[in-house]
Structures are given as C-alpha cells and as structure tokens.
C-alpha cells in the first residue's frame, strides 16, 4: 500500500514529503499506523551525517506512538487495534543479553537494524519507483505507517494521548531511566546534569523522583534555565559565565564533587569535564550524548584510579515491552510530567521546522502528529 513519509534522501538536506510504497507485516512482524513522534537530537545527528551507522535514503524517527493495524503470520501478543510504541531497544525476552540481569540491549535483531532493514534483510519501503528506502533505529516514525516486529513494540493502555506518551518511546524513558534503572540514584544525592535538553529535563525529573537534594543543571542556553528548574533543577550554572575552569566550580559547588553526574549533550569535552566534577572516591558519571564519528574520550587514568567510574546508558536502561507501559501509567498517575517540554506541536508537512528550532536551541521537544 501507500503511505506518506518525511524521507531523509542524503546526509545534510532537509526531510522530503512524499507518497512511499510500504509492503504488509511478514512473519513476525506488525503494522503500525503513527499517531504521533517527538524528534529526539538523535534523529537530526544521523541526518546531519555525523552518524557512522547513518544510511541515506531512510525513514528517520524512532519516538512515536500508534495504533496496530495488521499483523504479520505467527504474531500472537498484540491485535489489530492496540495501542502501541515503537522500541528501537526490542526485548525478545529470550536472547543472552534480555536474559542477562545487567543489560536491556537486546541483540536479537541489532545487526539488520544497523543496516536499516528488517530481520530477513529486506525493506518493507521502497519508492513508487520501486527503489528501497531504509528502515532506522528499527522504528521509522517520520511515516504514516511503518512495520516492525513484535518484539519491538510496547502494548500501552487506550487512554494515553499519543501526542505526550510518543516521548516515552526515547526522550522520557532515557533520561528517567538513566537515573533510575543505571545510576539507582540514592535519596539525598547531589547530582550534576549537563544539557537541559529533552534529555536532560528528564534526567532532571528522575533526579527528583528519586529524591536528590541538589541538582546542578549546566547549559550554554539561558533559554533552558525556566524549563529545567520547573523540573527541579537546584541550581544554574552557564559555562560561558564561569570565571576560570569549570571542573573546580562544579567540585566546590557540590561540596566535593557530585555522586552522579550525566552527559546529555553528545560533547566529548563535556563528558570530560562530567566524569572529573563526579566526586573522588565514588562518583559514578553516566555517558547519555551521542558523539559524531571519530570524537573519543580522555581523562587521565587517575581520576578512575581514585574511584569515579565512567559508564553509559541507552535508552535509560530500559527493558521496553515491560517498563515502557509502566512508564505511560506514571505519567497517566501524574507521577511524571510530559507536556510542559513538548513545547512545539507541528503538522507532518512541517517537520523540517522541527528541526530547525532544535538546532536553534529555540525548542524542547516538537512533536509531530499525524
Ligand atoms: P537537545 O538538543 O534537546 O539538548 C542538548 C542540550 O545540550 C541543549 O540544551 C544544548 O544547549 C546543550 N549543550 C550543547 N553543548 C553544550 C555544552 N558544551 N555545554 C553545555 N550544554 C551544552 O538534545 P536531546 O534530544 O536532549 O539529546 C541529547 C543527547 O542525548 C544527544 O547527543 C542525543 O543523541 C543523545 N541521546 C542519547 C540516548 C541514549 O539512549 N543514550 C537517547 C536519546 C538521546
Ligand atoms: N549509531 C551511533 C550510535 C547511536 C546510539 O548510541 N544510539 C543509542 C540510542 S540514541 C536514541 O536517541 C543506542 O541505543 N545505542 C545502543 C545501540 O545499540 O545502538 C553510532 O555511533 O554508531
Ligand atoms: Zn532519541
């Protein structure tokens, strides 16, 4: 059938608007029809080019929420009608690492989804010409419809609005969960987050949850400062303002160094500067920021020595098909916020403004609904 998608055709150029040929599930897989997707930072590194795994032409989008619409042979949890979100961490609940206690990265179809197709190896898009479009992050979210298989979508409750729960499906749950599930964040720590993005709001808003005393947001957008302390940000500090290094600041600051520190900025200086401010001893600082090709970290192998640890996060650790409907009934609870930082709602054919006010620092999350 035909379905319409903001295609990204090569590295650099905005999104195209167009018909696309969209095959049916096969074994295995489902329908969706998107209702809705956030735009995440990620979405537009891998359209800048600065992505080693970016693939042109492609699909791009890996936060929506929708409804199923047909189902591939052999597909047994979910039916036609179910409300569902896309997960670009699948959890088949049955490869080494979904049984292994210490990881949600399932591997089970990482490789083809690395090379933008589905598990059999082929495309389910293709132009009207017939020439293939590739898949992303195994969600494809910038179509009306896209297909995945089953053990790449969470089953959510009826009632939540597509337009807010969308950014459960990577905003929301990767910077609450970095806390919760990774860091395990203890009440009464003292915590620094670098980026106030749609990221590190959410990073703000887990350390709150889990009842930090202090929580250092760092941006060099002042924009950011209203937004992150309506989520609990203790204290602002904007970089460009600091008179001398920054580490030394963070450290006399927090009275020491923090117990947790995150990077949500994709800025290998700052993951630097976010493993140093962490305190000796026992300071654990959380690796959230994609960096382009080629960028590495460093630090003197002292500051491990003298006891920070430096680790990573991918989608805030989160073991999909079972906490993300979870994390919808937070937010249904009011246990969490959602729509303060959804602070653009834009139509399909305007996504390219999405993008535009995320590189211009000007939005927190625009959210496309169909
Ligand atoms: P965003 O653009 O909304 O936010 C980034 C923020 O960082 C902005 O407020 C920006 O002003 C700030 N910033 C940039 N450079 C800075 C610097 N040098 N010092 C201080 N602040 C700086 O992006 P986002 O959607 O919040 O994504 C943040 C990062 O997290 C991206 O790298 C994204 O790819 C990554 N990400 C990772 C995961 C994961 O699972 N690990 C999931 C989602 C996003
Ligand atoms: N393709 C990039 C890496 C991108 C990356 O790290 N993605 C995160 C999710 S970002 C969501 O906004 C992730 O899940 N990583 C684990 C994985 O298996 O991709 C590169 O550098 O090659
Ligand atoms: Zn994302």
């Given at each position: 059938?035909?379905?319409?998608?903001?295609?990204?055709?090569?590295?650099?150029?905005?999104?195209?608007?167009?018909?696309?040929?969209?095959?049916?599930?096969?074994?295995?897989?489902?329908?969706?029809?998107?209702?809705?997707?956030?735009?995440?930072?990620?979405?537009?590194?891998?359209?800048?080019?600065?992505?080693?795994?970016?693939?042109?032409?492609?699909?791009?989008?890996?936060?929506?929420?929708?409804?199923?619409?047909?189902?591939?042979?052999?597909?047994?949890?979910?039916?036609?009608?179910?409300?569902?979100?896309?997960?670009?961490?699948?959890?088949?609940?049955?490869?080494?690492?979904?049984?292994?206690?210490?990881?949600?990265?399932?591997?089970?179809?990482?490789?083809?989804?690395?090379?933008?197709?589905?598990?059999?190896?082929?495309?389910?898009?293709?132009?009207?010409?017939?020439?293939?479009?590739?898949?992303?992050?195994?969600?494809?979210?910038?179509?009306?419809?896209?297909?995945?298989?089953?053990?790449?979508?969470?089953?959510?409750?009826?009632?939540?609005?597509?337009?807010?729960?969308?950014?459960?499906?990577?905003?929301?749950?990767?910077?609450?969960?970095?806390?919760?599930?990774?860091?395990?964040?203890?009440?009464?720590?003292?915590?620094?987050?670098?980026?106030?993005?749609?990221?590190?709001?959410?990073?703000?808003?887990?350390?709150?949850?889990?009842?930090?005393?202090?929580?250092?947001?760092?941006?060099?957008?002042?924009?950011?400062?209203?937004?992150?302390?309506?989520?609990?940000?203790t204290d602002f500090v904007n970089p460009s303002e600091v008179d001398g290094d920054?580490?030394?600041?963070?450290?006399?600051?927090?009275?020491?160094?923090?117990?947790?520190?995150?990077?949500?900025?994709?800025?290998?200086?700052?993951?630097?500067?976010?493993?140093?401010?962490?305190?000796?001893?026992?300071?654990?600082?959380?690796?959230?920021?994609?960096?382009?090709?080629?960028?590495?970290?460093?630090?003197?192998?002292?500051?491990?020595?003298?006891?920070?640890?430096?680790?990573?996060?991918?989608?805030?650790?989160?073991?999909?098909?079972?906490?993300?409907?979870?994390?919808?009934?937070?937010?249904?609870?009011?246990?969490?916020?959602?729509?303060?930082?959804?602070?653009?709602?834009?139509?399909?054919?305007?996504?390219?403004?999405?993008?535009?006010?995320?590189?211009?620092?000007?939005?927190?999350?625009?959210?496309?609904?169909?």
């Amino acid at each position: 059938m035909r379905t319409r998608a903001a295609v990204a055709v090569r590295a650099g150029a905005p999104l195209e608007l167009m018909d696309v040929e969209i095959g049916g599930p096969r074994a295995g897989e489902v329908m969706v029809e998107l209702k809705a997707t956030g735009i995440c930072h990620t979405d537009e590194f891998t359209l800048s080019g600065a992505d080693p795994e970016g693939l042109f032409p492609a699909i791009l989008g890996h936060e929506g929420a929708g409804v199923v619409v047909e189902l591939g042979e052999g597909v047994t949890s979910l039916a036609a009608g179910d409300h569902v979100i896309p997960l670009y961490t699948p959890e088949c609940r049955q490869c080494e690492y979904c049984l292994h206690p210490k990881t949600n990265l399932c591997q089970s179809i990482r490789e083809t989804q690395g090379r933008g197709v589905m598990p059999d190896g082929t495309s389910r898009f293709s132009t009207l010409d017939g020439d293939p479009i590739l898949h992303y992050m195994g969600c494809s979210t910038f179509a009306r419809h896209t297909v995945l298989p089953e053990i790449a979508l969470a089953k959510i409750r009826p009632d939540a609005p597509f337009a807010s729960v969308c950014y459960i499906g990577c905003g929301v749950t990767t910077g609450i969960g970095a806390v919760i599930n990774t860091a395990k964040v203890e009440i009464g720590s003292r915590a620094v987050v670098f980026g106030l993005g749609g990221i590190g709001l959410n990073v703000i808003q887990g350390l709150r949850l889990a009842g930090a005393d202090q929580i250092v947001g760092v941006d060099l957008n002042e924009d950011k400062r209203a937004m992150a302390e309506r989520f609990g940000m203790t204290d602002f500090v904007n970089p460009s303002e600091v008179d001398g290094d920054l580490v030394p600041y963070l450290v006399n600051l927090t009275k020491g160094g923090a117990d947790y520190t995150f990077d949500a900025t994709g800025n290998v200086e700052v993951m630097r500067a976010a493993l140093e401010c962490a305190h000796k001893g026992w300071g654990e600082s959380i690796v959230i920021g994609v960096a382009p090709a080629g960028a590495e970290i460093s630090t003197r192998p002292f500051q491990l020595v003298t006891g920070r640890s430096w680790r990573g996060t991918a989608f805030g650790g989160a073991r999909g098909r079972t906490d993300v409907p979870r994390i919808v009934d937070w937010y249904m609870d009011g246990k969490i916020e959602i729509d303060p930082m959804i602070t653009h709602t834009l139509r399909h054919e305007d996504i390219n403004e999405g993008f535009d006010l995320l590189r211009a620092g000007k939005s927190i999350r625009s959210v496309v609904v169909y």
